[in-house]
């Protein structure tokens, strides 16, 4: 059976130029970039050429690259960390309501030490307004949070107007873009962001590896404390093999990643075109403003679990939702937060496409999809409240549904 992976935003596989660039630094080049002798700077000169490589691909200066075990940490560093550093200033933070767990647990986490958080609300496509953002600053505020795009519906937010409702108030904003980094151009100046976090196995690098863009003058208290490695922020011998493959992923993603977005734009489109005809589906989050690769659905009177189990039987690999939830039951915070019901969100399916997708991927999907959703509904226990749907009432998302 021919497999077909369609799960990008879960993880991508390893480019084989990563891997090349790698190599050398598992066997012959192993030194600890903190020994003084050529072995170790060896391994720093390499660590620092990664290091410019990821900056340079979010238009950022070395000095502003923090390497951290990934994006979960990247994240905690840096709400927790600016939090813990800066509380002399203030104690409340706001966030999204549509952010990755990474974020929404570390904000909890804050609570339980003293902060108040206010989390905002978003529209139906998942965009924070401005005038949310604005609305929700108070005088302690210190810290706003909102993703860059979102990873399981994957609209783009506007970052550079909520970051200047922001910086106007003088409150700090970082942006987790783990998700976009790579697929879609980011530029930390233009957008005015403090923090921005990175992870380089969404971007066909190495697991176990991210960043932190940490803005000059920007103070966090550290995670981790030991050997002072990191500017004194991320102690610990570096995972050189990992941050050269990340500066690899970064160069690459640099030079190709305006024709990547336009390839799979494209075939993007044509997959939510033809999804679309299948009756009662919806499309979740913006029609335009969203990442290249992704689109995501709701089907009516099925349940995700079992739409992802029937494609995995005939050989194809998608999701429910965000990877790091789906061991859950509960339906998506993304979705419900977008005014989806929980029976609603609970018929959803991700899919993303990635450097590997083909035409021939996203067919083999179109002709396995409409006949998996049909037999779902076929023994569904609401059958009789699908067919009476389909006859009269119209299911909201007006032109970019189904009804």
């Known amino acids: 059976m021919r497999r077909v992976y369609l799960d990008y935003a879960s993880t991508t596989p390893v480019d084989e130029r990563v891997v090349e660039a790698m190599l050398p630094y598992f066997t012959e080049k192993y030194g600890n970039p903190t020994s003084f002798y050529s072995f170790g700077q060896e ?17 950022a200066s070395s000095e502003e690259i923090i390497f951290t075990s990934g994006g ?4 905690n560093l840096a709400i927790k960390g600016f ?3 800066n509380k002399n200033k203030g104690k409340h933070i706001v966030v999204s309501k549509i952010e990755h767990f990474a974020v929404l647990e570390a904000c909890r986490w804050l609570e339980k030490q003293g902060f108040e958080v206010s989390y905002l609300d978003v529209d139906e496509y998942g965009l924070v307004k401005p005038e949310t953002l604005e609305g929700a600053i108070k005088s302690d505020t210190i810290l706003a949070i909102i993703n860059h795009a979102n990873n399981e519906i994957g609209t783009i937010e506007p970052i550079k107007e909520l970051a200047e409702v922001a910086q106007d108030k003088g409150v ?12 879609v151009e980011i530029d930390v100046e233009e957008l005015g962001v403090d923090l921005l976090a990175m992870s380089a196995h969404k971007m066909y690098g190495p697991k176990g590896i991210g960043a932190l863009f940490v803005a000059r003058g920007t103070r966090l208290e550290p995670m981790f ?8 922020l991320r102690s610990g011998t570096e995972n050189v093999p990992g941050i050269v493959g990340f500066g690899k ?3 690459i993603a640099k030079k190709e990643m305006k024709g990547e977005a336009e390839r799979l734009t494209k075939l993007r489109d044509e997959l939510i075109k033809e999804v679309l005809k299948i009756p009662r589906t919806r499309l ?3 029609p335009k403003q969203r990442l290249p690769g992704n689109a995501n659905f709701a089907f009516a009177f099925i349940e995700g679990e079992g739409l992802i189990l029937e494609l995995d039987f005939e050989g194809i690999s998608a999701s429910t939702g965000s990877a790091c939830s789906s061991p859950t039951l509960e339906p998506s915070h993304v979705l419900t937060a977008i005014g989806l019901s929980h029976a609603e969100a609970h018929g959803s399916l991700r899919v993303t496409l990635g450097r590997f997708s083909t035409r021939e991927d996203v067919q083999r999907l179109l002709e396995v999809l409409p006949r998996v959703v049909k037999r779902l509904r076929d023994i569904s226990p609401f059958k009789d409240s699908f067919e009476d749907y389909v006859e009269g009432t119209e299911w909201k998302g007006g032109e970019h549904c189904h009804v």
């Open 225 to 232: 404390h030991g050997g002072g490695q990191e500017r004194k």
């Open 83 to 85: 939090a813990l550093k």
């Open 72 to 75: 979960t940490e990247a994240c």
């Open 172 to 183: 700090a904003f970082f942006s987790d873009a783990c998700i976009s980094n790579g697929q």
């Open 284 to 286: 979740n989050g913006h």
């Open 249 to 251: 992923a970064a160069e």
């Open 43 to 59: 391994a720093k000169a390499a660590v620092e050429e990664a290091r410019a490589k990821v900056a340079e691909l979010i238009n």
